[in-house]
């Protein structure tokens, strides 16, 4: 069974800065695909940073130049880096790994920013 644990929000003042985390279990992590999505309170959930198995990733015009998304297939690990936070950048996180057909989700971390 494939699964997502997403750690490091929090709680940071805009112009801050954060790196989540996602380790993965139960599947081919080099081989996959990963993304990671946010959603704020009657908002849908919206992609903001892709990361393919070559490393070739792709950002939502929102966060560009501000994220950056990276892997570590050693550690089964995905990261995203957040810099230079908006109050608009609060939301859950969740990272979404396909595979065996199925889209997996993590249950999320909370990133709140204060301005």
């Known amino acids: 069974q494939v699964q997502l644990v997403e750690s490091g929000g929090g709680l940071v003042q805009a112009g801050g800065s954060l790196r989540l985390s996602c380790v993965a279990s139960?599947?081919?992590?080099?081989?996959?695909?990963i993304s990671w999505y946010r959603q704020s309170p009657g908002k849908q959930r919206d992609l903001v940073a892709a990361i393919s198995s070559s490393g070739r990733t792709n950002y939502a015009d929102s966060v560009k130049g501000r994220f950056t998304i990276s892997r570590d297939n050693a550690k089964n690990t995905v990261y995203l880096e957040m810099n230079s936070l908006r109050p608009e950048d609060t939301a859950v996180y969740y990272c979404?790994?396909?595979?065996?057909?199925?889209?997996?989700w993590g249950k999320g971390t909370l990133v709140t920013v204060s301005s």
């Open positions: 139960g599947a081919i992590f080099s081989a996959s695909f």
């Open positions: 979404k790994l396909p595979a065996y057909g199925t889209e997996y």
